[in-house]
């Protein structure tokens, strides 16, 4: 059995004042499921210090866990703040970085060696979905970005199409389905029956509270990676409601 999860990337947003924001969370977040909120690096171990069920993520991580890397975060100093969770390969780190699918496959290997549990994302750009190329983009990334030692407890799949970020946007509810099933198809095939049915998929991309039910009902939909809606915890507390009431 799968536990739901509703995830919450601040991206570049927060500040300790915004802390508050994760108190208000505490009672759905003691729910059936899990609700994990990944605020910017500075804020790691404040708001693991803050948090009781709310579990605390990073947003990315480095593939040392340690040494001369100016400005970045190993999966280490995450797991030593309180993270849980590290999310890795958004595709906003694929575009600003350039990070290939390699690279997020070497953090994470780091992640798993610090005990971190991965959320890796993968998604199609609006090009390649009218090229008809989401399938092969989604296959390549999976195969490219997920070392080996996949288990169903350190790794879950966000599934983000790149068009659908931050824009209001959303894929149908066929075409979520489709996804998901085909991601759920290779990790069985890849991993095996045991870890492919074990691992969390969730659906990231314009998720709101006037449209978590319906994508929540999808197949193969375990939870939400959510940006805008979950900085505030009014619009966030409705998406937990929403997949509460599914698990
Ligand atoms: C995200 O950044 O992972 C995301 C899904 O953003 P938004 O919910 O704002 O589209």
């Known amino acids: 059995m799968r536990r739901k999860l509703a995830a919450g990337n601040w991206k570049m947003n927060g ?16 729910g059936a499921a899990e609700v994990l909120i990944c ?33 970045d975060t190993s999966a280490a100093i995450l797991k030593d703040a309180g993270a ?16 290939s699918d390699a690279d997020v496959r070497a953090k994470c290997d780091a992640a798993w060696e610090a005990g971190l549990t991965a959320v890796v994302c993968v998604g199609e750009t609006l090009d390649q979905r009218e090229s008809q190329n989401t399938l092969d983009i989604i296959g390549g990334q ?8 996949a288990t169903g407890h350190n790794l879950v799949v966000a599934y983000e199409p790149v068009w659908a970020i931050g824009t209001g946007k959303i894929p149908t509810l066929e075409q979520i389905g489709d996804v998901h099933d085909f991601i759920r198809a290779k990790l069985e095939r890849r991993f095996g029956e045991g870890v492919g049915l074990s691992v969390r998929l969730l659906y990231g991309g314009s998720v ?12 193969n939909v375990d939870g939400a990676l959510v940006g805008g809606a979950s900085l505030k ?6 998406i937990i409601a929403a997949l509460n009431a599914e698990a």
Not at 44 to 51: E, M, P, Q, S, T
Not at 142 to 149: E, F, M, N, R, T
Not at 213 to 218: A, D, L, N, S
Not at 233 to 238: E, K, M, S
């Open 15 to 30: 500040s300790r004042a915004a802390l508050a924001e994760l108190t208000a969370l505490e009672p759905a977040a003691a």
């Open 84 to 99: 849980g969770y590290v999310i890795l390969g958004h595709s906003e780190r694929r575009a600003d970085y350039g990070e």
């Open 39 to 71: 605020p910017p690096a500075p804020l790691v171990a404040l708001a693991a210090d803050h948090a009781q069920a709310v579990q605390i993520g990073g947003q990315d991580c480095h593939a040392n866990q340690s040494g001369a890397h100016t400005g």
């Open 233 to 238: 915890a009014a619009d966030f507390n409705q």
């Open 208 to 219: 709101k509270p006037s449209n978590a039910q319906e994508i929540f009902g999808v197949s």
């Open 142 to 149: 999976l195969a490219g970005s997920i070392p080996d030692a």
